[in-house]
């Protein structure tokens, strides 16, 4: 079929195809470019040192930072563990509170636990239907040993867009510092560090055509100046906080990746959007009210749809399409598991809908053939399960 590439790829949460043109000018640092970036003493460390100081300041300028804001780490998972545990040695003596939620990733939560084990004090927000916390129970859970609040900008799962600049704005009235994990939403949705007022954020190349095992943490310089005690130690690369020969093809296909997201990001926006209301619409007239949509129907990133179909449960569902749709039923790293996605069962409508859901990830590559297919796929996936279940 023409414009169709099987198994249609919907899973652009848990990952992204590497953008042809991302690969293209990462080449040449696996070759001929093989510096190392700390190399000051001859051309080869001082043209992979260029190459990364050109993305740093793509990557800035996407986030409206600056270039030294910018440091560089593994991915977002490191970047959450650097922001969580480097805030809480730093600032030990200031207090020992942080205030995060309950669909955070588990990168947040796991992170979260260990603090806890090593005697630092934890407030999960829960979250309404939609996947959204109260501003003003944020409010409430402040207290004067609060160090740090770390509430995501978008939902993994649910793609629930979270109101980071209030929430930004309380934390910084409190003067509590605040970090967002933006790993869905950074190349997806505008944003901004100074307006939103962020004050540490993490993110991660292969959520945005980038290639895997690269990533960032903004972290901010002025009003107010924060610290970060480093988590590796060695070399003292990006200036002492994360130590270890940089990542030099990774960090190129990084600023790649994050140019090209940055022009393409409202054309991409509007495909996303007129795809995922086309499917849920035809879902809909097609299934009648036993389909219903998790997480907000506007506030929520544009290639998210995740859909509760009553009484087809997932782990049938996305085998039988397996061959034709890749899609999953939430997060990457719980998807082996029986147990029901936390982020789903923390809007409060219990295991049988969190069983019976089903995550769309769109993507760049995705065409309208595409789309068309799934849209009459999954349905009669759905109706085949339900005669053989009758
Ligand atoms: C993918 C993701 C991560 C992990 O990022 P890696 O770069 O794969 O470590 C963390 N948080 C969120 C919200 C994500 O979507």
Redesign the pocket.
Known sequence: MPNIKFPIYLDN?ATTPLDPRVLEEMMPYFTSDFGNAASMDHVYGAKASEAVERARERIGRTINARPEEIVFTS????S?NLALLGISRQYADEGDHIITCVTE?T?ILDTCKYLERAGKKVTYLPVDQFGLIDTEELEAAITDKTILISI?TAN?EIGTVAPVKEIGKIAHEHNIIFHT?A??AVGHIPIDVEEMNIDLM?F?A??VNGPKGI?AIYVRRRNPKVKLSPIIFGGGHERGMRSGTLNVPGIVGFGKGLEIARREMEKDRMKFTKWTKQMFESFKKQLSDRVQLNGHPSKRLPHNLNVFFEGVESKALIPLVRNEVAISAGSACTSDLVEPSHVLMSLGFGESRAHSSVRFGLGRFNTDEEILYVIGKMPRAIKALESVNA
């Open positions: 949460h991915g977002a998972t490191e959450d990733h990168a995501m993994n994990d790993a869905q993490s991660s292969h959520k990533g």
